[in-house]
């Protein structure tokens, strides 16, 4: 392994679908390798969201854009509830991460770290096309110097929300923003945690993939949060990441690809 290749931080998305019930053992795992590599977390809060309010286990929370990817309807109350339950997941984070002997600290993307552009002003609802403000945008921003000395031993976690040039605190897809994130901090990897051992095609599960040949699955055949993650290792390794890597196992059997689903360019 190149001198430049070692130094290089790695990106980890803890999915909210499966944050909650990683086993100590996963965490013992994640701070281990962390102690030699520069860490950059991003979270989700998908379940815990649900927790919060029966809202949001509601399917009309969900909306579609015309490239049928799904989004949350989000309102300046949502906003507001992604940021009571990220700050709670955030102190989770960090204490398993501290009681191991790593440091970690917290990143709002809000705070300057992402920006996103404008966002889609028509969206289906159900079957109804409709006109309606929706605080989400896509990132075209990651100011990774805010991230700061990226070094061993030291883990930065990132809540994935985004200002828009209005001034505006708006959702990202999480996903997408650690894509974004691991291009413009330089990644050599980004692991993709999920509450699924791998990228299933025919039934079948699939260990390696070309993004080619990821990209032409997710248009065909993929469908919510497997299409999202697809969309995003196409662009993480787009922005120069060398390997994507989607499964639920701990983080250094998923790089020594002993199991879960690796993508990479070729």
Same mark, same amino acid.
């Given at each position: ?93 960090? /204490? ?7 440091? /970690? ?38 100011? /990774? ?36 994130? /691991? ?84």
């Amino acid at each position: 392994m190149s001198a430049a290749r070692s130094a290089a931080p790695t990106v980890v998305k803890l999915g909210g679908s499966c944050l909650d019930s990683l086993a100590e053992a996963w965490w013992d795992d994640l701070a281990d390798y962390g102690r030699a590599r520069p860490l950059v977390l991003v979270h989700g809060w998908s379940k815990p969201l649900k927790r919060l309010s029966p809202r949001y286990s509601d399917p009309s929370a969900i909306l579609r854009d015309r490239y049928g990817n799904q989004s949350r309807w989000t309102t300046p109350e949502v906003i507001e509830d992604i940021k009571t339950v990220s700050a709670g997941l955030g102190e989770e984070v960090v /204490a398993r991460l501290e009681s191991r002997g790593r440091t /970690a600290e917290r990143v709002l993307g809000s705070d300057g770290l992402v920006g996103a552009g404008e966002g889609e002003r028509w969206w289906w609802r159900g079957k109804e096309l409709v006109e309606l403000e929706n605080l989400v945008g896509p990132i075209n921003r990651v100011e /990774a110097g805010l991230l700061g000395d990226l070094r061993p031993g030291h883990c930065r976690l990132v809540t994935p929300l985004a200002r828009n040039s209005a001034g505006q605190e708006v959702n990202t897809d999480a996903d997408r923003a650690a894509a974004a994130v /691991a291009a413009a901090a330089g990644a050599s990897d980004l692991v993709l945690v999920t509450d699924v051992t791998h990228l299933l095609i025919d039934g079948e599960p699939v260990s390696s993939i070309s993004a080619a040949a990821a990209a032409e699955f997710r248009d065909r055949g993929a469908t919510g949060g497997m299409r999202k993650k697809l969309r995003a290792a196409g662009e993480a390794l787009d922005g120069g990441v060398e390997r994507v890597v989607i499964g639920s196992a701990p983080v250094t059997d998923l790089l020594a690809g002993r199991t879960g689903t690796v993508i990479t360019r070729a």
